[in-house]
């Protein structure tokens, strides 16, 4: 393992298994002082934030999944709702169904290809 003064960075360019010689040129940068280059296209943002959507997307890609198994035993819109505890929400259960049909009409595409079109498509039609 290579001894700089920077162990962290030095473990990440490691796992990345970036050469020796470019973790050197990289940490001399910090070691000189030249830090400001590194930040310069920097944009902060907010990791509450962040982990939030994180969350939102993750509750989503896990509802379209359980619809897409219960369309796969032919239940309804209205059906599928009240098994979920969705009945408050039957017009986004009725978008992710209508979704999940035009992505996969035979409902035969894997459940983490079709959820992942399915979610793009809502974001999609969420930014417009």
Same mark, same amino acid.
């Given at each position: ?5 920077? %162990? ?10 970036? %050469? ?10 910090? !070691?000189?002082? *030249? ?18 959507? *994180? ?14 198994? !219960? &369309?796969?035993? *032919? ?13 408050? *929400? ?14 996969? %009409? ?15 498509? &809502?974001?999609? !039609?969420?930014?417009?």
């Amino acid at each position: 393992m290579l001894a700089t003064e920077y %162990p962290i960075i030095e473990d990440a360019a490691t796992h990345l298994a970036m %050469p020796d010689e470019d973790i050197y040129r990289f940490t001399d940068q910090f !070691k000189e002082g *030249n830090m400001a280059r590194f930040f310069e296209n920097f944009e902060p943002f907010d990791i509450q934030e962040y982990g939030r959507r *994180n969350r939102e997307e993750g509750e989503t890609i896990k509802l379209i999944r359980q619809v897409y198994f !219960k &369309l796969r035993k *032919n239940k309804t819109v209205e059906q599928i709702a009240d098994e979920l505890e969705e009945s408050d *929400n039957i017009s986004g259960i009725s978008e992710i169904v209508g979704l999940i049909k035009e992505a996969s %009409p035979d409902l035969d595409m894997d459940e983490d290809e079709l959820a992942q079109a399915v979610l793009e498509k &809502l974001n999609n !039609k969420s930014q417009k």
